[in-house]
């Protein structure tokens, strides 16, 4: 059981390290300049784009999209919410669109020292591009928009079934109030969205103990809900430190947050969770495949449950969480004892589980009724996206580029904007269309962030590929789905 659950965890951390041979068809479309594609990418990580600040990069990608023969729609242009598009036909076409996203902002930096370059210099070294926002995700937006590029420019596009949109949005890092979700609300019919592919997973190695050298892609699914509570607490009790009382504020938040924490958790197999195992099983085989396949056998309980207590990554993907991210007093001298207390609590919940619901379940755990529990921000609720027409289209352009990969279907623990597109029933997909290392992973939202040329190309090459596949294919009579996988 050791093994199977090192195998599952490695897959799920993307703890990669990629091997020296990758069966990979780099067929990047003739039509492409690759070296403009890096240029374009270093350039725009050049503009730098905190959240609330996207509007400068925002210009310079609007410029670039006027350079090329497709349709430009800006629908806000402040500088807190700058969102455009670039599209293979007009809006106002009314066909069935298939949108590729990616967002502008990024976090900001948080220690100048341990970048070896410039955040925002964009440097290119020959292998990588560097800076703030290379894969999180201004390198995503690069692959969509030169794919788009390149198949209006290989193709007539007079006829054709779908409209094809890359949208460029902001506030993405700050819960997507200016960017998504602003759009959703105002441009839903306009952008008439059939499928939306955004950030999530990506190709890692070493994932199947059985077949090391083997590609397996993750393509997210569905995404766990997030959750910002905050929980203040005021007593009369106050004074001086050198004699408190026993019952003043910061004690009272103390016991209260060891309560929650120290919860025995549940377990929650999803549809999302129970696919990807049953996927993951099947690509391993043998005796292990059996176990991970059947990971959700009440059988296999004791093992599941000491296994994942172990692994924090395992338990975030099956378990609903609760992180104390912020604990702070109003400004006093340290011998004050101070009459409140906050906490700020960063919650992920599975999928199908009520917001509701879980805030009684916070308030029954922290057992004390003078706390007041306040809503600071949460993510709507969604359904997972099933695996139809479009998951099949995902998976036929990435065998087209690595012919001998598996694509496993999977639940994102974070949070980004499918979350939003699923809750207007849209199908969305998260994954990075490239083969990634553990290394180029760990640098987002971190130090030292960059993206591999050939991850840039990857990209490139496999959204070209599936736009040319979603058009010059009968969609709605392609592919027979398996009931087990649809529910």
Same mark, same amino acid.
């Given at each position: 059981?050791?093994?199977?659950?090192? +195998?599952?965890?490695?897959?799920?951390? /993307?703890? &990669?390290?990629?091997?020296?041979?990758?069966?990979?068809?780099?067929?990047?479309?003739?039509?492409?300049?690759?070296?403009?594609?890096?240029?374009?990418?270093?350039?725009?990580?050049?503009?730098?784009?905190?959240?609330?600040?996207?509007?400068?990069?925002?210009?310079?990608?609007?410029?670039?999209?006027?350079?090329?023969? $497709?349709? $430009?729609?800006?629908?806000?242009?402040?500088?807190?919410?700058?969102?455009?598009?670039?599209?293979?036909?007009?809006?106002?076409?009314?066909?069935?669109?298939?949108?590729?996203?990616?967002?502008?902002?990024?976090?900001?930096?948080?220690?100048?020292?341990?970048?070896?370059?410039?955040?925002? !210099?964009?440097?290119?070294?020959?292998? %990588?591009?560097?800076?703030?926002?290379?894969?999180?995700?201004?390198?995503?937006?690069?692959?969509?928009?030169?794919?788009?590029?390149?198949? *209006?420019?290989?193709?007539?596009?007079?006829?054709?079934?779908?409209?094809?949109?890359?949208?460029?949005? /902001?506030?993405?890092?700050?819960?997507?109030?200016?960017?998504?979700?602003?759009? =959703?609300?105002?441009?839903?019919?306009?952008?008439?969205?059939? &499928?939306?592919?955004?950030?999530?997973?990506?190709?890692?190695?070493?994932?199947?103990?059985?077949?090391?050298?083997?590609?397996?892609?993750?393509?997210?699914?569905?995404?766990?809900?997030?959750?910002?509570? *905050?929980?203040?607490?005021?007593?009369?009790?106050?004074?001086?430190?050198?004699?408190?009382?026993?019952?003043?504020?910061? =004690? *009272?938040?103390?016991?209260?947050?060891?309560? $929650? +924490?120290?919860?025995?958790?549940?377990?929650?197999?999803?549809?999302?969770?129970?696919?990807?195992?049953?996927?993951?099983?099947?690509?391993?085989?043998? &005796?292990?495949?059996?176990?991970?396949?059947?990971?959700?056998?009440?059988?296999?309980?004791?093992? &599941?449950?000491?296994?994942?207590?172990?692994?924090?990554?395992?338990?975030?993907?099956?378990?609903?969480?609760?992180?104390?991210?912020?604990? %702070?007093?109003?400004?006093?001298?340290?011998?004050?004892?101070?009459?409140?207390?906050?906490?700020?609590?960063?919650?992920?919940?599975?999928?199908?589980?009520? !917001?509701?619901?879980?805030?009684?379940?916070?308030?029954?755990?922290?057992?004390?009724?003078?706390?007041?529990?306040?809503?600071?921000?949460?993510?709507?609720?969604?359904?997972?996206?099933?695996?139809? @027409? %479009?998951?099949?289209?995902?998976? @036929?352009?990435?065998?087209? /580029?690595?012919?001998?990969?598996? +694509?496993?279907?999977?639940?994102?623990?974070?949070?980004?904007?499918?979350?939003?597109?699923?809750?207007?029933?849209?199908?969305?997909?998260?994954?990075?269309?490239?083969?990634?290392?553990?290394?180029?992973?760990?640098?987002?939202?971190?130090?030292?962030?960059?993206?591999?040329?050939?991850?840039?190309?990857?990209?490139? +090459?496999? %959204?070209?590929?599936?736009?040319?596949?979603?058009?010059?294919?009968?969609?709605?009579?392609?592919?027979?789905?398996?009931?087990?996988?649809?529910?």
């Amino acid at each position: 059981m050791r093994l199977i659950f090192f +195998t599952l965890f490695t897959f799920l951390i /993307s703890s &990669v390290v990629v091997a020296q041979k990758i069966s990979y068809s780099d067929s990047l479309p003739k039509s492409i300049s690759f070296q403009e594609s890096i240029d374009l990418l270093s350039a725009y990580i050049q503009r730098e784009s905190v959240s609330g600040s996207e509007k400068e990069a925002a210009i310079f990608i609007e410029d670039y999209i006027l350079t090329t023969d $497709l349709h $430009l729609r800006v629908f806000s242009n402040f500088s807190d919410n700058y969102n455009l598009a670039a599209s293979l036909y007009p809006l106002s076409s009314g066909k069935p669109n298939i949108i590729l996203q990616s967002h502008i902002d990024v976090v900001p930096i948080d220690d100048l020292d341990r970048w070896k370059h410039d955040p925002y !210099s964009g440097h290119y070294d020959g292998s %990588y591009v560097h800076g703030r926002g290379a894969l999180d995700a201004k390198g995503l937006g690069i692959m969509q928009i030169k794919a788009l590029e390149a198949f *209006q420019h290989d193709y007539d596009t007079t006829e054709l079934p779908y409209n094809v949109t890359v949208l460029f949005l /902001s506030a993405e890092e700050t819960g997507g109030k200016n960017g998504a979700r602003y759009l =959703m609300n105002n441009f839903k019919d306009e952008l008439n969205a059939a &499928v939306v592919l955004g950030e999530g997973g990506a190709g890692y190695q070493n994932v199947l103990k059985n077949y090391p050298d083997k590609v397996v892609f993750g393509v997210s699914v569905a995404e766990k809900q997030s959750l910002w509570l *905050q929980l203040k607490i005021n007593s009369n009790s106050a004074g001086h430190g050198a004699a408190p009382s026993n019952n003043y504020a910061n =004690m *009272q938040l103390i016991n209260s947050l060891n309560n $929650l +924490t120290n919860r025995k958790v549940i377990l929650f197999f999803n549809r999302s969770t129970r696919q990807m195992f049953r996927r993951l099983g099947r690509a391993e085989g043998g &005796v292990r495949g059996f176990f991970i396949r059947n990971i959700n056998w009440s059988i296999l309980a004791p093992f &599941v449950r000491k296994q994942i207590e172990r692994e924090p990554f395992l338990s975030s993907l099956l378990t609903n969480t609760v992180t104390v991210t912020n604990i %702070y007093n109003p400004p006093g001298p340290p011998n004050q004892v101070s009459t409140s207390a906050t906490a700020v609590l960063d919650c992920r919940l599975v999928p199908g589980t009520s !917001s509701k619901s879980f805030i009684r379940y916070i308030e029954r755990k922290l057992d004390n009724e003078n706390i007041e529990i306040s809503v600071i921000a949460e993510s709507p609720e969604a359904e997972p996206s099933k695996l139809n @027409k %479009y998951y099949k289209v995902i998976e @036929k352009s990435i065998s087209v /580029s690595y012919p001998e990969a598996e +694509t496993i279907p999977f639940l994102f623990p974070a949070t980004s904007d499918n979350s939003l597109f699923r809750s207007y029933d849209i199908p969305s997909y998260g994954f990075i269309p490239a083969v990634v290392t553990e290394r180029d992973i760990n640098s987002i939202h971190g130090s030292n962030e960059r993206i591999g040329v050939e991850v840039l190309k990857s990209g490139i +090459t496999i %959204y070209y590929n599936f736009i040319k596949e979603i058009q010059f294919k009968e969609p709605f009579s392609l592919f027979n789905l398996n009931n087990d996988e649809e529910n």
